[in-house]
Every structure is written in C-alpha cells, then in structure tokens.
C-alpha cells in the first residue's frame, strides 16, 4: 500500500512537472465521426468493374452528392457508378447510380428506381452537381460520364426526367467528364453548368501500361488532354455550348476538382480547375462573358518549383477569415497538398509549408477535399478522402485525414482522434459535407472502391454553437449559388463564407452555408452579398438555429 | 538528422571525407614528390621531408613552416608542405600553399596535379578538372592518371557527355580496370547510354558481387521506372559497402520516385553524412526543405549544391524560387532571365519567370514567357509515352 501511494505521489509529480514545462494547452473537446450506413438498406457500392485488366477509369468512381431533393429540410444523398468494362454498360443493377431519401431517424430510403435515377442507359458514370437549374425550387442533377452526360430535372413530386436531349447539353464524342459544378457566371438569375474533362477515350482506346508482368493504371501523360466546358443557361431548359467563346476553349487540361468562388472580389464567380498532371486553371471572370485564365498570374499553375502535381480534389473558402477565399487542392502521396493563401484578390501565396500541410500530406493520396469546419470552432478545417491509385501494396489502403486549423495560421493531424470510423483503411474516392440531421455539425459521406459508402456522423458533442444558412435567391439564382456572407459575432469575430455546392472531386456538397460558432451564443450581423449586387444586413441573431434568407426585392 | 542541424548552425559545408578512388593517389603523389632530388639540400628540410615520410605530418608541417620562414621562396619546401597539410586532411591550407608556390612556379604540373586533388576533394570538381587539365597539357606523363579524374569530374558535375568522350577510347585497354569501369559505366548511364552502361556494369559483375556495379545497375533501373528492381540493387548495393559513394543518394533519389518522402530524407542525409558536398543529396534536402518554407535551410543546401556543380541550372532555378518565395521578385527575375539566356529551353524557368513579370505588373513579359513554357512542355509531353506507373 505504501509502495503504492509513493508511486502515485511521484506521478503526480512528473505530472505537475509536465504541466510546468510543456506548457501546453489542456486538448480541446473533439467531435467524432460514427458510421450510420449500415442501419439502412441499400444495395449500392461503389463499383468500378476491377477484374484484373486495368482500365483508364476505374481508378475514379463513387462521385456523391448532398442535396434535398424531396424539400422536407432533410439532406439526401444522390451516388454514382461505375460500369461492365469495356461495354462501357450498366449492365448490371450492381452498377446503378443510387438515390437515398433521408428519413430523418438515422436510415435512408432507397428510391433510386421511383425517382427513375438508376441510370440503366448511361456509361461509367464519376461527378455529381446538385444544383436548381430552373429555379423551380427543386434541385436538379447533373451526372458527368464517360459516355453523355446526363441532365436530370427534378419534377418536384420525387421523381426525374433525363432532360439533357432538350436541353442542349452536348460535348465532343468520346469526352471522358469527370466533375462538374452549378454557378452563375453572369449573375443573370440562372445557374450555369462547368464540366471539367480529362480526356478523350473509350475502352477500345484505352491504354495498357504493365511492367514485369504486372499491368498498372497508366500515367495520365499517355492520354491528351480537352477543353473542360461552359454551358449558359438560356433559361426555359436550354443550355448553350459557349466553350469556345468563353474563353474556357482555349486552353486544354485533364480535369479533375473544380472550385468556385469570387477570388477578385469583383462581384463574379471565377473558376479554379485541378488538372491532373497538368497545370492547374484559374479563370477569372472578366464580367463579359468571358474568362481569362490566370493560374500564372495568381501563381497557383504549377506547385512552388514549377512541376505539376497530380492535382486531385479542389475547394476555395476563406480558411483565414480575412474576407478573400483561400484555395487547397490536394495531390497524390509524395506530391505537395497546395494550400494558398489569397492575397487581398490579386494573387495567390503558397502556404503548405508554413502550415504544415506539406508535412502532414506527404503520405497521403488525396482524392476528394475541402475545407469544412467539423468541430464548429469557426476555423475551417481541411479534409481529404485517401487512398492510392492503384493496388500495389500494404499501404495501398489509406485513411482519411483531417487536418485541424489552429487560429487560422496552421494544421495538425487530428485523424486519428475522431474514431474508428473515421479512420476506416481503403480505397476512399468521392466525399460530401452536408449536416444530415440539422444539428448543426457537418457531417461526412465518403465513397470507396467497391465497398457501401460510409454516412458519417458528426457526434456534435464539444458544445460549440453554430449557424446553418438557407440562400433562397429572388433576383439572383434561387439556390444561391455565389451569395458571399459575412457573420460577426458578437463579440465582434468576423467569420467569411459563400455559397456553393461544388468542393472537392465528383461531389457536390449541401448548399447551405455553414458556420462555426465555437463557444458564442449571439450573433451581431450577417452581411448578406447576393448575386444580383443586393446587400442585405440581419441583425442580433442566436446561434444554433437554421437560418432561410430570402432574397430582398432591391 | 545530424546533417540538418549542422546546415541550421554553420554557414558552409563541412570538409568531405576521402573518396576511395583518390585514396591511393593521394597518398601516392606526395611521396613520389617527397622523393624529387631537394633543390636546397638544407638540414631542416631534409629533415621536414624525413619527418613526412616517417607519416608524422603534424612534425612535418612544423618543420617545413619553420624552412619556410627562412626560405619563403622556396616552391619544393611549399609545395611538399602542401602535400603534408592535404594528407593531415586540411585541404584548405594545402590549397592556400599549392597557390603560393604555383606563384612562383606556374608551370609545375605536378603541383597542378596536387592541387586539383586537394579541390577534388573538397568537393570542388570544376576547380579540380582545369588544374587537372592543365597538369596533362603540361606534362603527357600525366596524361594517364588525368583522364580518369578528368572523367570523375565531368559525372561530379553532370557533363556525362564528356566524360564518355574521355574515357570511350580507352575502354579496350582499360576494361580489366574496375575503377575505369565504374567511372565509364557512371557516365554510360549519365548520359542516357542504357545499353553501353549495361555491357559495363556485366563486366564489373563478371567479376563478382559488387556494390559499384549494383549502383549503376540499380540507376539504371530507377531510370527505367523499374522502382522494385531499383530497390532491391541499391539496398544490396549499401549492404556490401555502406560507404560508397552516391549510393545512399541515389536511394533518396528512388524514395522520392517512389513518393517515401521520409525515408528519401533518411537517405540524403545518410548520403551527407559521408560527403556533405554531395550534389544530389544537398539538391534534394534542399528542394525539400524548400517545400516546407524552410527557405534559410534551404538557401544553405543549395550553395553547397552550388559548391558541387558551380552554375548548376537546376540549383540556380531552385535558388531563384527562393528569391521569389521570400519577397524578392526583382532577384528572381534576373536569376532568372540570366538562366534562360543560358538555358532557353528550360521549360519551368520561364514558367517561374512568367508569375515573376506578372507579380511586377508586366502582363506582356509574363504572357511572353507564359506562352514560351507552355510550347516547350507541350512538346515535352509530346515526347513522353507516359508507359509508366505514375
């Protein structure tokens, strides 16, 4: 007994010692992720038809999406799939795209078939955008493909229609899409489609690339690359292909992440494209219906010594609350995850390194990514789905991660602290953020390579206090889409954000914008910019609720 | 690490060990010196000299300082304290009496001879080849020895090219010479002759087991994208001789292939730690630390890169990022306009120096050389099948 209460004595030395010395700070209260998928009952995984031969696309499949389709205020996810290769065939309903309605109880509806979104005639099917095209109210889908893409309208009584022969939505024969995003480049009130192709190709094209023996997915130099694609809504259902006079025609990538924001702050949504093994793009709205492609100017082309990485997932927001949206796309294991930092609208600085993220990323292959603030602390977060390219060794399987902002300066890995499901090891492709059961903590859906998807919930339990923001546009777009806010606190933290649903690769996320309180209860103001030049100001908010803001007529 | 917190505290390069091929002429060319009939048949000296060849260099320096003092004209004394000082390992005073005594005797090949050594050694091979060049043009007798170091120094400074030109003619004469071998098969390889290299490396292998001939055939695989095979020939390689050189960077160098960007700084600084000259390993360490904006580490790595391979495009480039990255965007520009004077085909230099005019608000400049970086990766990616892993 004696012995005993000396150890505890000295331990509680050394502990008073470590407290002393260290310095540190006690850890913060920690959300965790709990995967829900498997109290529903739904047939879909991700399935990229692996039978040995490597085909070009396998390597991509299980694009998500975050959206309410049904309007009951509950987020419902829309997947992809892959195909029977080389058919280039759903010729099995195990590569059917999947609709999954939120019940609101933990478990989600399989109506995939009643909402006739199954996909029976379409090809490999990769990205997703969500996004209410004819400002009906009700959200519409977007499927890019290898093979036509798909224009999904939603009928507003559960069902859709494959709209896309009416609507004008073409691309040359063959374009492999693989990601698109819903914005409003000319802030007329109407949505506008870009799609981000990687490349000309069909089963009979592809490539085998083997050593040894072994065949491996080739590299993508092998492939050329092709112009990603404007569409301008007509209104009335019609889309014109304005490629070329745009701008975007000009210059040819392999498309992969697309993020949208307003880097100049001129009021008009620009475009940044991650290209995969190529330089990036940045265009930039000149607010005449073109674009100017600007990555150079902006330095975030190439990484920092001029190499082009394989620039996977992409997101733009505001990870610094200085008012200007920040830019991060990530890259394979051994590439440098690019984290800039926008400087005042005019160029970009290359932060990875002060931040920590080149460390932290080095072993990691990112494919889907973003910026989202899980613990609701007010600093956005990065996340990225990981897994390596192809299956070719023990490391093959990867975890995702979760790099935590610390004051906005930089991050640390807190992977590892937010659960076992979290931290589940496989192939992960496409991820959404969308709160799933509106207590205002974001939650995650992350695909991976023939496996069900995991729906990660947020256990919202570190007290944090938040607010959820629902644009409904009037002038603008009804979505919102391009809306920038700005919330102060009250007691006088300013935190920026924008509303978009495009972040990361292949997905499309919840629309809603979602802020971070951390421990404040009250807001003082949220500065609301809309599309349409409006600028709306509330006032003296509370926290923790949901918040619909409809546009105001001037 | 040690590497690393040695480049943090000091501002130059430590002095590199001895390389093995030069071991034995080092210690040879002193004592064939020491054995020249003296000019001045002074006690002291002869003394100096016995001392020197007695191996007690710290005695051999006193007294040949002390000769010097009397007799500050005096080449042979200087010139064999030079040798004494290079064989004590400190090349720098050994350089600074080779000079004097070149001073007074500029036409002496075998102090030229020596003192091309002693900035071999310190890892200064462009230094060492002119004095080695000169040696040979001025005594043919030399000519033998010359042609291999000449050659060593050309794959030091990357001019495969000429080495190969070097050496390729003597390869009937030379091929039971496994130093010869390896140089000229390091050069094959350098400079893209995959096959030649091969033939070279069967030759050294013919004879066993080699860590020299599993380097270069380990090199050859990384540049064939055969990462296993590359793995499994440098591991080997390092197992038989942990010491030799360019191994352990040649490993980084397939690490950082092969995305283990941890164990490729292992490497590096295993590398380093042999030769903290070494250009490759200081290259990379660099680049790396680069990425983590430790541009002040970084800046340190590459002028010892620089050190190596004085002018180094890539080094150069590299150092010009870090003018940029640390707010001198004018210092870049010349960095740059400077390297694509020299090199116009450098594809990410004018890609650099596209971002540089546009951040000094010269739109046309940058568009210039924007359109220039893009022609020439375009035809860089013309020219890459791409049939490889990625």
């Not at chain 1, 040359?172 to 981000?196: E, R, T």
């Not at chain 2, 007798?141 to 291999?148: P, R």
Request: aromatic residues 10%; hydrophobic residues 40%; negative net charge.
């Amino acid at each position: 007994m004696r012995r005993w209460l000396m150890f505890g004595g000295w331990w509680l030395v050394f502990s008073g010692w470590w407290l002393v010395f260290s310095g540190e700070e006690p850890e913060p209260r920690r959300p965790h992720f709990t995967d829900i998928a498997s109290k529903s009952n739904f047939a879909y995984r991700t399935d990229n038809n692996f039978t040995g031969r490597k085909y070009f696309p396998q390597t991509m499949c299980g694009g998500v999406a975050a959206f309410d389709f049904d309007n009951d205020g509950r987020m419902d996810l829309f997947f992809t799939n892959g195909a029977k290769l080389p058919e280039l065939e759903k010729t099995d309903p195990r590569f059917y795209n999947c609709l999954l309605r939120n019940r609101g109880d933990g478990t989600f509806e399989d109506v995939t078939a009643r909402a006739g979104l199954l996909g029976k005639d379409l090809g490999f099917s990769f990205g997703v955008a969500a996004g209410d095209y004819d400002n009906d109210g009700f959200e519409d889908l977007f499927v890019c493909n290898a093979g036509p893409n798909v224009l999904y309208h939603n009928n507003g009584d559960g069902t859709f229609t494959d709209v896309t022969a009416r609507s004008g939505i073409t691309k040359p024969k063959d374009v492999l899409s693989v990601a698109a995003a819903w914005f409003d480049y000319d802030n007329d009130g109407k949505l506008d489609l870009i799609v981000s192709n990687y490349t000309v190709w069909t089963p009979r094209t592809d490539k085998i690339c083997a050593a040894n023996g072994v065949e491996y997915y080739c590299h993508p130099k092998v492939y050329s690359p092709v112009a990603h694609r404007l569409y301008h809504n007509l209104g009335n259902g019609r889309f014109e292909d304005v490629t070329e006079a745009s701008g975007f025609g000009k210059e040819l990538g392999k498309g992969m992440g697309i993020a949208i924001a307003d880097f100049n702050g001129d009021g008009y949504m620009d475009v940044f494209v991650a290209n995969d093994t190529m330089r990036n793009f940045l265009f930039i709205n000149q607010k005449n219906g073109t674009f100017k492609e600007s990555a150079f100017e902006w330095g975030v082309a190439y990484d920092e010594s001029g190499n082009a990485g394989s620039s996977m997932g992409a997101d733009a927001k505001d990870y610094d609350n200085d008012g200007w949206p920040d830019l991060f796309y990530n890259n394979l294991k051994g590439e440098i995850w690019g984290l800039y930092h926008n400087l005042g609208g005019k160029s970009m600085s290359y932060v990875s390194g002060i931040s920590r993220v080149s460390r932290l990323s080095a072993r990691s292959s990112g494919w889907s990514n973003g910026f989202v603030d899980y613990n609701n602390d007010g600093w956005k977060d990065l996340y990225s789905s990981n897994g390596d390219i192809d299956n070719m060794g023990d490391i093959s399987r990867q975890r995702d991660t979760m790099f935590e902002n610390v004051d906005g300066k930089e991050f640390r890995d807190v992977s590892g602290l937010l659960g076992a499901d979290f931290n589940h090891a496989g192939f992960q492709r496409g991820s959404a953020f969308v709160d799933l059961n509106n207590d205002g903590f974001e939650d995650l859906v992350v695909t991976s390579l023939d496996e069900k998807p995991r729906i990660l919930l947020n256990s919202a339990d570190n007290g944090n206090h938040w607010l959820l923001v629902n644009t409904i546009g009037r002038r603008s777009n009804r979505d919102g889409v391009g809306v920038a806010l700005k919330l102060t606190t009250a007691s006088g933290r300013t935190l920026y954000n924008h509303v978009t649903t495009s972040d990361g690769f292949m997905s499309s996320s919840d629309k809603r914008v979602h802020f971070g309180l951390g421990p404040e209860k009250a807001i003082a103001s949220l500065e609301i910019r809309w599309p349409s030049g409006i600028v709306q100001t509330l006032k003296k908010l509370r926290a923790d609720q949901i918040l619909t803001v409809t546009e105001p007529a001037r | 690490m040690t590497i690393m917190r040695h480049l943090e505290g000091g501002q130059s390069c430590p002095q590199p060990p001895f390389r093995r091929l030069f071991l034995a002429l080092a210690l040879i060319l002193p004592a064939l010196y020491a054995q020249q009939p003296a000019a001045d048949p002074d006690a002291l000296l002869q003394h100096a000299i016995a001392l020197h060849q007695a191996g007690d260099l710290d005695g051999a320096i006193r007294a040949y300082r002390e000769y010097l003092a009397a007799q500050p004209d005096s080449v042979q004394a200087r010139s064999n304290l030079g040798a004494a000082l290079a064989r004590a390992g400190r090349y720098e005073e050994a350089i600074a009496e080779y000079d004097r005594a070149l001073s007074k005797s500029p036409e002496n090949p075998a102090l030229l001879l020596n003192l091309g050594l002693a900035y071999y050694k310190t890892g200064r091979p462009a230094e060492a080849a002119t004095r080695f060049e000169r040696a040979a043009s001025l005594a043919p007798q030399f000519k033998g020895q010359v042609t291999l170091l000449l050659a060593s120094c050309d794959n030091s400074l990357g001019k495969y090219k000429q080495a190969v030109a070097l050496l390729a003619p003597l390869e009937n004469e030379k091929s039971a010479d496994q130093a010869f071998n390896y140089i000229y098969g390091t050069a094959l390889i350098g400079d893209g002759q995959s096959a030649s290299g091969a033939a070279v490396i069967d030759r050294i292998l013919s004879a066993g087991d080699s860590a020299e001939a599993l380097l270069l055939r380990g090199t050859l695989k990384l540049r064939a994208h055969d990462h296993d095979g590359a793995l499994a020939d440098l591991e080997k390689a390092i197992a038989l001789n942990g010491r030799l050189p360019g191994a352990h960077a040649r490993l980084g160098e397939l690490l950082l292939a092969m995305r283990e960007k941890d164990g490729a700084r292992t490497a590096f600084g295993q590398e380093l730690a042999l030769d903290p000259d070494e250009f490759v390993s200081n290259l990379n360490m660099g680049v790396l630390a680069k990425q983590d904006q430790e541009y002040a580490a970084a800046r340190r790595y590459f002028e010892c890169a620089l050190k190596a391979r004085p002018n180094d495009p890539g080094v150069r480039y590299q150092m010009a990022i870090l003018d940029l990255a640390t707010g001198n965007p004018d210092q870049a520009r010349k960095a740059l306009e400077a390297l694509i004077g020299e090199s116009p085909d450098f594809a990410e230099a004018h890609a650099t120096l596209a971002t540089v005019y546009y951040r000094l608000d010269r739109s046309a400049d940058g568009d210039r050389e924007r359109a220039i970086a893009q022609k020439l990766m375009d035809q860089r990616d013309a020219a890459d099948t791409g049939v490889r892993a990625r």
